[in-house]
């Protein structure tokens, strides 16, 4: 239930007005937010935040897509919040994303696919420590939390 796990609206997310309905998918669930800000992101970061992929083809276009405007940075806890943030988010290719995802109903391209979910725990901590300074994160227990889960 301690689990957290790094969210990100990406420009076209926040461009196209879909801040609010992203994150009543996530509070839907069950999870509970620990950490919002909007971002003027920069290069620097982008970098870093796709270390892996900075040698892939697409990443010119990634990073140029990354950069284009402000993104939503979040964080969110709960049990397996990294999987079922993954869940929730759907497959990269939003081709492949299932209906009732976020990228299966609300995106076409996989260049366009206005959000990024942590795709491990360990990419998780990084990604939080990348984008988050400690004292940013707000922890508090939930009153509905019984509810949510069988065993608190
Ligand atoms: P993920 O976002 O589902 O974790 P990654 O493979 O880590 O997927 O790729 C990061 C982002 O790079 C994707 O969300 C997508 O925006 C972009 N991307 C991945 N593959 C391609 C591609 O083949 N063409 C264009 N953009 C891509």
């Given at each position: 239930m301690e689990e957290t796990t790094f969210i990100m609206i990406k420009p076209d997310g926040v461009q196209r007005r879909l801040v609010a309905p992203i994150i009543a998918r996530f509070e839907n669930r069950g999870l509970t937010l620990v950490a919002i800000k909007m971002v003027n992101t920069s290069e620097a970061l982008i970098d870093q935040h796709y270390a892996e992929l900075?040698?892939?083809?697409f990443y010119p276009g990634l990073k140029q897509y990354m950069l284009s405007g402000p993104v939503i940075a979040m964080v969110w806890k709960g049990k397996a919040a990294a999987a079922l943030g993954r869940a929730i988010v759907g497959a990269t290719n939003p081709k492949e994303s299932a209906p009732g995802t976020i990228r299966g109903d609300f995106c076409n391209d996989v260049g366009r696919n206005v959000i990024h979910a942590s795709d491990s725990v360990e990419s998780a901590k990084r990604e939080i420590a990348l984008w988050f300074k400690p004292e940013e994160l707000v922890h508090y227990v939930p009153c509905d939390l019984g509810w949510v889960y069988e065993n608190v």
């Open positions: 900075v040698n892939k083809p």
